[in-house]
């Protein structure tokens, strides 16, 4: 389809003025918003990536890209929520794991969770062990996710869950982890149990966690 080429073509040019005029296009020839988030924006992040790492693009070509991205979504973001109706279904603590600034997909999973009736709290970017302690005993969640999109930092996952269980508050959470480099195998490593690979399949595993409809 010739409007998600532009699509992915304007975010991997990092082209976030005219980012949102295109996705209104793609709406009104009826492409379906997922299809839109899946097959252009993030499949393009994927190319920007490949790129910064084969030394193709640089730095703030990546910031432009993300720019794009952020934009696009923040666009995405309200005509993507649930309806009002559905029926509070848990409460969920997420947060990109700390030494690591990523949160493009930590941000789409939270709008994916809220739209399946999810209250999210939020904690932000590089979140430190004890912030998200200090989160499971305000909001008492029945899921605290985790984002990750660096190797380096993913090595920290034993340590944030060590603090959780350290603080006792391990018992009857569920876990969940994602992020590009992440697998089901490593989530399994760490007894984490929910691993999903995008988004809507991360809001489709929290929504069976609790056991909900
Ligand atoms: Co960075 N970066 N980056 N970066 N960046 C990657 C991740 C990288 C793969 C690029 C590359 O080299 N090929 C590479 C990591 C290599 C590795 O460790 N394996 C990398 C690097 C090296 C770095 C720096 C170290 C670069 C440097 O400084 N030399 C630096 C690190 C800074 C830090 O964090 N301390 C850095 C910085 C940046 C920017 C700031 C420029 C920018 C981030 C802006 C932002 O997020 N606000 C950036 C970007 C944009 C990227 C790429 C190009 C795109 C990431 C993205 O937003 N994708 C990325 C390349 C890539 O991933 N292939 C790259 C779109 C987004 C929708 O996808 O985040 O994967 P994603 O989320 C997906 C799924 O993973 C899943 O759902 C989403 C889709 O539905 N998901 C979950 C995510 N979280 C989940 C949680 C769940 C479930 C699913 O919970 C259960």
Not at 41 to 53: N, P, Q, T, W, Y
Not at 66 to 78: D, F, I, Q, T, V
Not at 140 to 162: C, M, Q, R, Y
Request: aromatic share 6%; charged share 25%; hydrophobic share 45%.
């Amino acid at each position: 389809m010739a409007i998600l080429q532009e699509i992915y073509d304007a975010t991997v040019k990092g082209n976030y003025k005219d980012i949102v005029e295109l996705i209104k296009k793609a709406i009104n020839e009826k492409v379906p918003l997922e299809t839109i988030i899946n097959d252009a924006l993030s499949k393009a992040m994927i190319e920007v990536g490949d790129k910064f790492g084969a030394g193709e693009l640089y730095m703030p070509d990546m910031l432009l890209a993300a720019k794009a991205m952020k934009e696009a979504m923040g666009y995405l973001k309200p005509l993507l929520k649930g309806s009002e109706h559905i029926a509070e279904k848990g409460t969920i603590v997420i947060g990109t794991v700390k030494g690591d600034l990523h949160d493009i997909g930590k941000n789409l999973v939270i709008t994916m969770a809220e739209g399946q009736g999810f209250k999210v709290m939020d904690l932000g970017i590089d979140v430190d062990y004890s912030k998200f302690v200090d989160a499971i005993k305000e909001y008492k969640p029945n899921i605290v996710a985790f984002s990750g999109l660096l190797t380096t930092t993913l090595a920290n996952i034993p340590d944030h869950i060590k603090a959780i269980e350290d603080a006792d508050l391990r018992k009857g959470l569920v876990l969940a982890v994602g992020g590009a480099p992440v697998t089901r195998h490593f989530a399994d490593m760490y007894g984490i149990e929910i691993y999903a690979p995008d988004a809507s399949g991360a809001a489709k595993e929290f929504v069976k966690a609790v056991g909900a409809k």
